[in-house]
């Protein structure tokens, strides 16, 4: 399960996060995650809906669902349930509620699985 935690220090981060959302709205979450993620100092509202429409995303609804903070309050729900469990970084990931914190090769994911596997014998 995916959860939004827009990290405080980076101010155009909510934003962001509802513009994937809006864009998901019509089948293109993942695409504008990345391009965001790709993107990085053109976060504001007008490159974000510039993205949109490189995605070809229809524009009229993107623009609106972004424009209203359509999906602030679940955004900001999540973020707290983040705040909740302990999450202060991104990524945060939990195996079987172990947290794995940044960005860990492949190996320290696969020995935390190995771990939680060979516990539930």
């Not at 349930?81 to 860990?104: C, D, F, K, L, W």
Request: aromatic share 10%; proline share 6%.
């Amino acid at each position: 399960m995916f959860k939004d935690f827009p990290l405080p220090n980076h101010p155009q981060a909510p934003k962001a996060h509802q513009a994937a959302h809006c864009a998901g709205e019509q089948g293109k979450y993942w695409q504008m995650h990345d391009l965001i993620f790709a993107n990085q100092s053109r976060m504001d509202v007008f490159n974000l809906k510039q993205h949109a429409v490189s995605l070809g995303i229809n524009k009229d609804a993107f623009d609106i669902c972004l424009d209203t903070d359509k999906y602030a309050t679940s955004i900001a729900a999540d973020f707290k349930y983040g705040e909740q469990i302990g999450v202060n970084s991104t990524p945060t990931m939990y195996i079987n509620g172990r947290p794995v914190v940044g960005a860990q090769p492949f190996e320290q994911f696969k020995a935390v699985i190995d771990e939680e596997l060979a516990r539930g014998k």
